[in-house]
């Protein structure tokens, strides 16, 4: 099959893409958007008895509104099930989006993001869906996968049932830029906290008889980045990065309440990433090493020193494919037939792929359009996105 065989409707691919940058749908407010690719599949010819939603929201552990959509496209040919996978959330910075077209590209009107992640990936899938039904295109049995809550923590990848899914030999996922860049890997994230309880006192009269929380905690920061744990870290025995992203008090609010207060607690939360994941894991250790260093450090007048909790945990695991995987090769071979030669990269971002890899299935991701995502700059590619659409049809279509 090449490229001018794939009966496209482009201009049908970019009203679906408009429709659903218009619909609200930010990360765990799923409920609408959810809605609105369920119509437009079974306006396409999908039977309602194909499409359903998993119970992922009763085991995430954020208020989320929906399920996963999953839609099961019968075969018309033999051969091993399919599957595409998107996501249906967008950045809160997306909320109230209002496209519009201007040439090659769909933008905002500049005081919101646009939500061409994933949306792009979104309309992707109910384009392949409409062309193999209206054509009548030989396929083999096919599941499409809309997750959500994966701009929160990939958790709808991550807490699904694989079960659910039909018994997939691979998934393409949609969710990057250019169509021909293949995402065969990512790295793993860690994520730690650590709670600082030190000792209140009268910062006038006696501030040797308290214990300054928010000094252990910028002693211990500066010690992670003294002994090259912050920021781009790199030792003989692996790599990775790291970043401090929150430094407050209980419940969202500021550590301390007065400049007269030895402040006597703090709130710090971080993460690291790594290819490895026993090296996201060795990043972590070296801040818990450091926050133990800075409580040695700071003692009150009896030599008391302030209370310490860190906890760490892992995020999503890293993963890589080779170049040789069916999954990476199907897609090199279908970007070949386009015309396009494939670039193959490794993410530093947490992917849907990560857990669904995790879960048994070769994950590759491609991309559709997207761009400058999650800032005002935001827009769509839409020569990007037809070629991500017609590389889907391609991918859903060739033969073993």
């Avoid at 109910?126 to 049995?141: F, K």
């Avoid at 995987?325 to 990560?354: C, I, K, M, Q």
């Amino acid at each position: 099959m090449s490229s001018p065989s794939i009966p496209l409707d482009v201009d049908a691919a970019i009203d679906h893409l408009m429709r659903f940058l218009s619909v609200e749908g930010v990360t765990g407010q799923e409920a609408a958007i959810a809605a609105a690719v369920s119509d437009a599949l079974k306006q396409i010819g999908v039977p309602a008895s194909a499409i359903r939603f998993d119970d992922v929201n009763k085991r995430i552990p954020l208020p989320t509104q929906t399920g996963n959509l999953i839609v099961d496209l019968a075969g018309t040919r033999p051969g091993p099930r399919l599957l595409f996978s998107t996501h249906l959330d967008t950045v809160p910075l997306c909320a109230g989006a209002k496209p519009r077209r201007e040439g090659d590209r769909i933008v905002s009107d500049g005081t919101t993001a646009l939500g061409g992640d994933a949306r792009t990936g979104v309309a992707l899938l109910v384009v392949l869906a409409e062309t193999l039904i209206r054509n009548n295109l030989p396929h083999p049995p096919i599941t499409l996968l809309f997750t959500v809550r994966e701009e929160s923590g990939l958790h709808g990848a991550r807490e699904l049932n694989p079960a659910d899914l039909g018994g997939p030999v691979m998934c393409i996922n949609v969710d990057g830029q250019l169509a021909s860049e293949l995402i065969v890997g990512a790295v793993g994230q860690e994520n730690w906290e650590v709670e600082i309880k030190g000792r209140a006192s009268h910062a006038g009269v006696a501030p040797d008889k308290g214990i300054s929380a928010t000094l252990v905690g910028a002693i211990a920061l500066a010690e992670a980045h003294r002994a090259g744990w912050f920021g781009k870290v790199v030792r003989p025995d692996g790599s990775g990065t790291s970043n401090v992203g929150i430094f407050g008090g209980r419940d969202g609010k500021p550590a301390g309440d007065a400049t007269n207060v030895v402040t006597d607690f703090a709130y710090i939360r971080g993460e690291a990433r790594s290819p490895e994941a026993a090296f996201a894991t060795r990043i972590v250790e070296g801040y818990k090493e450091a926050f133990a260093k800075a409580a040695a450090a700071v003692t009150d007048h009896e030599g008391q020193t302030a209370e310490v909790s860190f906890t760490h945990a892992p995020a999503y695991p890293p993963f890589e494919l080779a170049k040789d995987s069916p999954v990476v090769e199907r897609a090199a071979r279908a970007l070949r037939l386009l015309g396009s030669e494939p670039t193959y990269l490794f993410s530093n971002g947490g992917l849907d792929a990560n857990w669904l890899d995790k879960h048994g299935i070769p994950t590759i991701t491609i991309g559709a359009g997207q761009a400058e995502i999650h800032t005002l700059k935001e827009y769509v590619n839409l020569v990007e996105y037809e070629k991500g659409c017609r590389l889907g049809v391609l991918l859903a279509t060739l033969e073993d």
